[in-house]
């Protein structure tokens, strides 16, 4: 906000009060301008939507989930730090922000970090490049980097650029699963992972 002019209050006298020179006043921001600073455009604007299939990293700790939590940056610079879901292989933040400062062909860089009491141990990243976002924005889940051996992991991402104003439509909420019966099996069937109570 502008600083503002303070101006003693006129006191009612016999003479009129001496005229001041206005031009040496300094002059009062205009809302326009007031409004600029305080609301800067976004380049483009995130949302972390959430993960799954993610890992517990402290063996010591017993079974359950991991507490996980992710880190957004563009190079060296920090851009967003979610809050911590607690005990969930399916974290959702469902967190914005905006990014108001961006050169052209840099990547972004999501790390996703398990939560203990001596520090956090890494779970995995996502490095998103501009292709995959710049152009139209995204919205979509993109597979997660050095997660471990034989695990599959995911990372949901909205993103729109300046001068959208909805993000992306994403993949459609249904799907339809064909399952062909093997020669000899008498029955078979889906196995579903419903430790995680959460989400």
């Known amino acids: 906000q502008g600083a503002r002019v303070s101006r003693p209050a006129m006191c009612v006298q ?4 001496a005229q001041t020179d206005l031009a040496s006043e300094p002059e009062l921001p205009r809302k326009e301008e007031e409004a600029s600073k305080e609301d800067p455009k976004a380049i483009f604007t995130v949302t972390i939507v959430g993960a799954r299939v993610i890992r517990k990293t402290d063996a010591l ?13 563009r190079g060296d610079t920090l851009l967003h730090k979610t809050k911590t879901v607690d005990n ?25 970090w ?6 956090a141990n890494y779970l995995g990243k996502v490095l998103l490049t501009p292709e995959a976002f710049m152009e139209r924005g995204c919205n979509m889940e993109f597979p997660i980097e050095e997660v ?3 695990i599959k992991a995911y ?8 001068g959208q104003h909805q993000y992306p439509a994403g993949p ?8 062909e019966k093997g020669g ?16």
């Open 184 to 199: 000899g099996a008498m029955q078979y069937g889906l196995d579903v992972d419903r430790q995680d109570l959460k989400h």
């Open 61 to 73: 700790s017993g079974p359950g989930k991991p507490k996980c939590y992710c880190e957004v940056k």
């Open 148 to 150: 471990g051996q034989s």
């Open 14 to 17: 016999d003479k009129p009060p």
């Open 88 to 112: 969930s292989a399916e974290p959702r933040w469902a967190e914005e922000f905006g990014v108001l400062e961006y050169e052209i062909g840099e990547s972004l860089e999501f790390k996703l």
């Open 172 to 179: 459609p909420p249904s799907f339809e699963v064909t399952v």
């Open 114 to 119: 398990d939560s203990d009491m001596v520090g």
């Open 155 to 162: 990372l949901c991402l909205k993103i729109k650029v300046m």
